[in-house]
């Protein structure tokens, strides 16, 4: 069973910055896209970013120009580098990757982290 494990979330104030980071146990697998997702109190859930195996990323309207995702292969990650924060962008974040295991693609999330964003 591969897990997602997230970190980096937090309180930081408006105009402030923060890391995420996401990274799969170790195991038997190629990871395709991964991409992180958000969810704030009485929303559902978005993609925040994604970015695929070749290295192509989308974004979010709400979040282009502030945020960047990237990948390590490496080391099973991805990572979302959040800069001038938003009290809007306060919610849930959860890592998203799409694995190849035993012939075929399993999507996995992540537990989630807090991002709280305060005016």
Do not use: H
């Amino acid at each position: 069973q591969v897990r997602l494990v997230e970190s980096g979330g937090g309180l930081v104030r408006a105009g402030g910055s923060l890391r995420l980071s996401c990274a799969a146990s170790e195991g038997a697998f190629s990871i395709n896209a991964m991409g992180w997702y958000r969810q704030a109190p009485g929303k559902q859930r978005e993609l925040v970013a994604s970015i695929t195996s070749g290295g192509s990323t989308n974004y979010a309207d709400s979040v282009k120009g502030r945020f960047t995702i990237s990948r390590d292969d490496a080391k099973n990650a991805v990572y979302l580098q959040m800069n001038s924060l938003k009290p809007e962008d306060t919610a849930n974040y959860y890592c998203n990757a799409a694995i190849n295991q035993r012939g075929f693609t399993w999507a996995y999330w992540g537990q989630g982290t807090q991002v709280t964003v305060s005016s």
